[in-house]
């Protein structure tokens, strides 16, 4: 969790950073920020910080998962050690960001690099630098008052409620790579990657919230991809294995590996199955095994939305199985139509 409420914004660099690819150009300004007007500071803070309020924690990383060869990390220690430091240091970041910028579907845009104090991390305040793009212009309408005259006119400008791409690089856990979030509003193209992947080498921190968030998932993807390939096994019961194990941790403060698989899977074969299933998947994907963690509400209440508990039948049902699966049963009746008789006591 983290609060800006008291926060400090120390100092704010800005340059313009175009796409190399189509020939746009880098600026960089030749010094900080003037933010000495407190409603230009407040303003900043909520641009900022406000979008990370329950963020995903990330390491730097680098080739060989070497974080010390990650450029960033070398500029983030620069600034973190020396404050006066920012400018220079923030040129540097922009000829960075400018360097990977060459796929032609990236945006230019404004890249503010900002230092900051008295933010709250988990209740104790940390210091942090952020590193921000703002690609889109968004258009504000103006009333002009002129003696008894009103005009309406448009500017084009930053929307301070929509930051587009961001990172807070907190002065934690330097021995693991900082401790680092982000913003990304264009993530899901394959192009804009590159924020995360070549412009700052992150990978998930090995804590709580991804220890929940990669086991849920491990699941859900053995239940809907795998299960059904060595067991014969009705859609409504791949339904009532994944709500048993969403609620596995929606229902317990910590979790045990073997509790999950006798709660969730029952049957040895099964738990056998999914074991072999978890240490393939984990080994593919470069995943840490972890069997006992502390479980994050914010991870199951994140990752929970992509269960799905709805049986559809045809194009003329749907049946959302939220309980007791022993209340709803599969038949097929003499003339080999498959159907389902659904038992309950209220109807609403």
């Not at 074969?269 to 963690?293: G, M, V």
Request: aromatic residues 12%.
């Amino acid at each position: 969790m983290i609060d800006y409420t008291h926060c400090t914004i120390e100092s704010v660099a800005v340059h313009r950073v175009g796409n190399k690819t189509n020939g746009e150009d880098l600026r960089c300004s030749k010094k900080l920020l003037d933010i000495s007007d407190l409603k230009l500071r407040e303003l900043l803070a909520r641009f900022f910080i406000k979008p990370f309020k329950t963020p995903e924690f990330y390491n730097l990383t680098f080739s060989n998962e070497d974080f010390r060869l990650n450029p960033i990390f070398s500029f983030a220690s620069t600034i973190f050690e020396d404050s006066t430091s920012l400018h220079d240091t923030s040129v540097s970041i922009a000829k960075q960001l400018f360097e990977v910028s060459s796929h032609p579907h990236i945006k230019p845009g404004d890249l503010f690099v900002a230092k900051f104090s008295n933010i709250e991390l988990d209740g104790s305040p940390a210091e942090a630098i952020g590193i921000f793009k703002s690609e889109n212009q968004h258009s504000f309408l103006k009333f002009e008052d002129e003696t008894d005259e009103f005009h309406l006119t448009y500017e084009d400008g930053i929307n301070i409620d929509k930051l587009d791409k961001g990172c807070l690089i907190f002065n934690e856990d330097k021995a693991e790579g900082y401790k680092v979030c982000i913003i990304d509003k264009s993530n899901k193209s394959n192009e804009a990657q590159y924020w995360k992947d070549t412009f700052l080498h992150l990978k998930p921190c090995n804590d709580d919230y991804h220890s929940t968030k990669d086991f849920l998932n491990i699941t859900k993807q053995y239940l809907t991809t795998q299960v059904s390939e060595e067991f014969e096994i009705q859609k409504a019961d791949k339904i009532d294995l994944l709500n048993k194990s969403v609620e596995y941790f929606k229902s317990h403060d910590s979790f045990d590996k073997e509790e999950f698989e006798n709660d969730v899977f029952s049957d040895n074969e099964l738990i056998e199955s999914f074991r072999n299933f978890d240490d393939q998947y984990r080994e593919t994907n470069d995943i840490p095994h972890q069997d006992n963690f502390e479980i994050s509400s914010h991870a199951v209440k994140k990752q929970s939305k992509g269960f799905k508990s709805v049986l559809k039948l045809d194009k003329n049902f749907h049946i959302y199985i939220h309980g007791d699966r022993n209340q709803i049963e599969h038949g097929i009746d003499p003339d080999g139509r498959k159907y389902y008789k659904v038992y309950y006591t209220h109807e609403q």
